[in-house]
């Protein structure tokens, strides 16, 4: 059987004309100018709250970790608020 030929490419292939395109965005790093270090931890979640995490990691272009971090500086917040009222 011949080998097919490859297709050369064209400018019709491109979109988006040379040196307008964006760059592509930060993955998942809600601030990357405050290095951080992290400590490593294991804990176990049901497969429900797994795959809400992950949906909302894929749909909203975070990392899992950062939205793991999102909530529980939120549930701090809430708290703090809590004791302070």
Same mark, same amino acid.
């Given at each position: 059987?011949?080998?097919?030929?490859? %297709?050369?490419?064209? +400018?019709?292939?491109?979109?988006?004309?040379?040196? +307008? !395109?964006?760059?592509?965005?930060?993955?998942?790093?809600?601030?990357?100018?405050?290095?951080?270090?992290? $400590?490593?931890? %294991?804990?176990?979640? %049901? !497969?429900? !709250?797994? +795959?809400?995490?992950?949906?909302? &990691?894929?749909?909203?272009? @975070?990392?899992?970790?950062?939205? $793991?971090?999102? &909530?529980? +500086? @939120?549930? $701090?917040?809430?708290?703090?608020?809590? %004791? !302070? &009222?």
């Amino acid at each position: 059987m011949p080998k097919a030929r490859a %297709t050369p490419l064209s +400018e019709s292939l491109l979109p988006i004309p040379k040196g +307008e !395109a964006m760059p592509a965005p930060e993955p998942g790093r809600r601030r990357p100018d405050v290095p951080q270090e992290r $400590v490593s931890m %294991t804990f176990r979640i %049901t !497969a429900d !709250a797994h +795959e809400h995490l992950r949906r909302l &990691a894929y749909e909203n272009r @975070l990392s899992q970790q950062a939205l $793991v971090d999102e &909530a529980l +500086e @939120l549930l $701090v917040a809430k708290r703090n608020a809590r %004791t !302070a &009222a």
